[in-house]
């Protein structure tokens, strides 16, 4: 059975990846806005893994017998000027996620809560993979220089080449 204190956490985490999801939303949104699909596409995509991550808590908690509690979901915060942006502010915010991940993995540590550990070490993994994904990206726009240029829509098709790996169907998610 999960304490208190990891149920409350994990709720938590589902908000989080839910407000990633909805983040991301608004990304595919104003990448579409721009004119540059292939990012629009890629971003949509993102928003699915999100969710994936977020159901992928719902049903862990429901396994250990917890209750489920949702919680509000922030609006995205700032505007995108530009897919550049979007990409730095993507890497900050995936660190705050590791951040978050790494607590949840502490306290489940404190607890001697192995199967919260084993459960969590997917997130661990995963983040590490969402960090390099963006680094990587933003490594590919430094090639561009300053502002935007044809080397975009370059990018821009690559980026659309992104397939959907994530379940999108969770009424009967298996982890
Ligand atoms: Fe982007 O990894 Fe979940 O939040």
Same mark, same amino acid.
């Given at each position: 059975?999960?304490?208190?204190?990891?149920?409350?956490?994990?709720?938590?985490?589902?908000?989080?990846?839910?407000?990633?999801?909805?983040?991301?939303?608004?990304?595919?949104?104003?990448?579409?806005?721009?004119?540059?699909?292939?990012?629009?596409?890629? =971003?949509?995509?993102? @928003?699915?893994? #999100?969710?994936?991550?977020?159901? *992928?808590?719902?049903?862990? +908690?429901?396994? %250990?017998?917890?209750?489920?509690?949702?919680?509000?979901?922030?609006?995205?915060?700032?505007?995108?000027?530009?897919?550049?942006?979007?990409?730095?502010?993507?890497?900050?915010?995936?660190?705050?996620?590791?951040?978050?991940?790494?607590?949840?993995?502490?306290?489940?540590?404190?607890?001697?809560?192995?199967?919260?550990?084993? =459960?969590?070490?997917? @997130?661990?993994? #995963?983040?590490?993979?969402?960090? *390099?994904?963006?680094?990587? +990206?933003?490594? %590919?726009?430094?090639?561009?220089?300053?502002?935007?240029?044809?080397?975009?829509?370059?990018?821009?098709?690559?980026?659309?080449?992104?397939?959907?790996?994530?379940?999108?169907?969770?009424?009967?998610?298996?982890?």
């Amino acid at each position: 059975m999960l304490s208190k204190e990891m149920l409350a956490g994990l709720n938590d985490q589902i908000g989080k990846e839910m407000h990633s999801a909805y983040l991301y939303m608004a990304m595919s949104a104003r990448s579409a806005d721009l004119g540059l699909e292939g990012f629009a596409r890629w =971003f949509m995509i993102q @928003y699915h893994e #999100e969710m994936f991550h977020g159901m *992928k808590i719902y049903k862990y +908690i429901q396994d %250990r017998g917890g209750e489920v509690v949702l919680k509000d979901i922030p609006a995205p915060e700032g505007d995108f000027p530009s897919v550049r942006e979007m990409f730095e502010k993507t890497l900050a915010h995936e660190k705050t996620v590791t951040r978050s991940i790494l607590d949840l993995l502490a306290r489940a540590k404190a607890e001697k809560d192995a199967a919260t550990e084993i =459960f969590l070490a997917w @997130y661990v993994t #995963e983040q590490v993979e969402e960090e *390099k994904t963006a680094s990587d +990206i933003l490594r %590919r726009f430094a090639y561009m220089g300053p502002g935007e240029n044809p080397g975009c829509l370059f990018l821009d098709r690559a980026m659309g080449e992104r397939k959907l790996e994530a379940p999108t169907d969770f009424s009967e998610l298996v982890i």
